[in-house]
Nanobody, 128 residues
Framework: EVELVESGGGSVQAGGSLKLSCTGS????????MGWFRQAPGKERERVAT???????DYSDSAKDRFTISRDNAKNALFLQMNSLKSEDTAIYYC??????????????????????WGQGTQVTVSS
C-alpha cells in the first residue's frame, strides 16, 4: 500500500506563492505517474498537473505558466510550486499516484481513476 502525505498548504495573499510537497512511503515511487489534484468547495475535483517517471509534465489550462510540478525520486518526493496565486486557486490540494505506468504519454492520458493512491489533502487559501 502506498501512503502519500502532503504538506506546505496555508493561507497567502493573491499574487503570492506556495510550494506543496508530497512524500511517498515506498521505493517504487519512481515508477509511478504522480499528480496534483484540487477540489474547491462545491466543485468537483480537478486535475492540476501530472508528471511521469521520465519527468514529462502536463498541466491544466488554469495551472499552465503559473505552477510547476517536479519530483525527486531519490527522496520519494513530489512538489508543486505555485506562483501568482489567485483567489480561484483556493482548494484542498491532493497528491496522487497511479498503480502502474505503461510508458509513452500514458500518464498524460491517465484518468482520475488510474490514480489509485491519494494523500489526505492540504488546504490552500488565497485571499484577494
Amino acid at each position: 500500500e502506498v501512503e502519500l502525505v502532503e504538506s506546505g498548504g496555508g493561507s497567502v495573499q493573491a499574487g503570492g506563492s506556495l510550494k506543496l510537497s508530497c512524500t511517498g512511503s515506498e521505493p517504487t515511487f519512481k515508477s509511478r505517474c504522480m499528480g496534483w489534484f484540487r477540489q474547491a468547495p462545491g466543485k468537483e475535483r480537478e486535475r492540476v498537473a501530472t508528471i511521469d517517471p521520465n519527468a514529462s509534465t502536463d498541466y491544466s489550462d488554469s495551472a499552465k505558466d503559473r505552477f510547476t510540478i517536479s519530483r525527486d525520486n531519490a527522496k520519494n518526493a513530489l512538489f508543486l510550486q505555485m506562483n501568482s496565486l489567485k483567489s480561484e486557486d483556493t482548494a484542498i490540494y491532493y497528491c496522487a499516484a497511479t498503480r502502474s505506468w505503461y510508458g509513452g504519454s500514458w500518464c498524460r492520458a491517465a484518468s482520475e481513476t488510474d490514480f489509485g493512491y491519494w494523500g489526505q489533502g492540504t488546504q490552500v487559501t488565497v485571499s484577494s
